[in-house]
């Protein structure tokens, strides 16, 4: 069974702070997905990433980066926290661009900005 | 504009009843879509995936239908159960531009005994 972890269940944090969210999975996945999800609204993607040291920007790369240094971990930081990046942050992997595209998501991190 | 639209927003049915969740989409060129199901304070889990040439695809008390020429697709539960309780999510996948994935809102469904 592909198995995708992500650090936190939940977090709180205050504003301002540099945040740091943890992805592993252990598929020996190419690419890997970082995506938020509010309520009434798709899930969203941040970032994603082909292979290891490669990144793309996706739909909302605003106020986050991200960093993949080794094939199974993707982590995403939010450099100065804010409020309106209080929301759940799902982490995804799949083993190739094309084809069927399965994604298997972590259990996801409930971030609370304060 | 590519776009994934799922109703009802939320749905609840008493334990044991049928159900339908719709999905609506204007992602083209089309890829596949699926369906996943999310269960409260965990990740999506894929139910189906349906390619352009299936109509109809069943995994268990789960039925997916695709109308690749009105772009609609449902997902019909059978005999429900309270663990059927979650978001049902509906994601078309396109087939330029990166093969772009767009998610539908979801559909919360309560199982009620």
């Known amino acids: 069974d592909v198995k995708v972890t992500q650090s936190s269940r939940y977090l709180v944090k205050r504003t301002g702070e540099k945040v740091f969210l943890e992805c592993v999975q252990d598929m020996d996945h190419e690419n890997m997905f970082w995506y938020r999800q509010d309520p009434g609204l798709g899930l969203r993607l941040i970032y994603f990433s082909y292979d290891v040291k490669m990144k793309e920007k996706g739909d909302i790369p605003e106020g986050y980066s991200v960093s993949r240094e080794k094939k199974e971990r993707f982590s995403l930081i939010l450099e100065s926290a804010s409020t309106n990046q209080t929301s759940m942050y799902l982490c995804?992997?799949?083993?190739?661009?094309?084809?069927?595209?399965?994604?298997?998501f972590g259990p996801g991190t409930r971030l609370t900005v304060l | 504009k590519n776009q994934v639209e799922q109703s009802p927003q939320s749905l609840i049915i008493l334990e044991g009843k049928n159900c339908t969740l719709q999905?609506?989409?204007?992602?083209?060129?089309?890829?596949?879509l699926r369906w996943y199901k999310q269960d409260t304070g965990r990740g999506p889990v894929s139910l189906t995936i349906m390619t352009f040439s299936e109509n109809t695809k069943s995994n268990g008390r789960y039925t997916a239908t695709l109308d690749a020429d009105t772009k609609q697709s449902s997902l019909h539960i059978t005999a429900s159960q309270l663990s059927d309780s979650a978001s049902y999510i509906c994601?078309?996948?396109?087939?330029?531009?990166?093969?772009?994935?767009?998610f539908g809102a979801g559909t919360r469904l309560f199982v009620k005994a």
């Open positions: 999905c609506n989409y204007t992602v083209s060129p089309f890829s596949n």
């Open positions: 995804a992997s799949r083993r190739r661009l094309a084809g069927e595209g399965e994604q298997f």
């Open positions: 994601v078309v996948r396109g087939n330029t531009g990166g093969f772009k994935t767009i």
